[in-house]
C-alpha cells in the first residue's frame, strides 16, 4: 500500500504544479456524484455487490488523489 500512496503523492504534486487553479474548481459532475452516493447507500446496507464495491473504491482513490492535488495546489498558489 505504501508504493500507491507514494504514487499518488507524485501525480497530486504533478497535478498542482501543473494547473492548481483548476484543480481546485474541480468537482465530480453530479451523475458521478450521484453513483458514489448510491454505492455508499448499498454499502450501508450491506447490498453492494464485489463489482459495486471494486468501483467505489475507485471512486474513493481518486477523490483521495483530487484531495491530495487541491491541498497541494493551495499551497503552490499561497507561496506565489
Known amino acids: 500500500m ?3 500512496f507514494s ?3 507524485q501525480i497530486a504534486n504533478f ?3 501543473a494547473m492548481p487553479e483548476r484543480i481546485l474548481s474541480f468537482k465530480f459532475s453530479a451523475s458521478v ?3 458514489i452516493e448510491i454505492l455508499v447507500n448499498r454499502k450501508k446496507e450491506g447490498k453492494i455487490t464485489n463489482t459495486e464495491r471494486e468501483e467505489l473504491e475507485r471512486y474513493l482513490l ?3 488523489l483530487i ?3 487541491k491541498a497541494r495546489a493551495s ?3 499561497a507561496e506565489r
Open 2 to 4: 505504501t508504493a500507491t
Open 7 to 9: 504514487a499518488q503523492d
Open 15 to 17: 497535478i498542482a504544479d
Open 33 to 35: 456524484q450521484q453513483r
Open 62 to 64: 481518486y477523490d483521495n
Open 67 to 69: 484531495g491530495l492535488a
Open 75 to 77: 499551497m503552490r498558489i
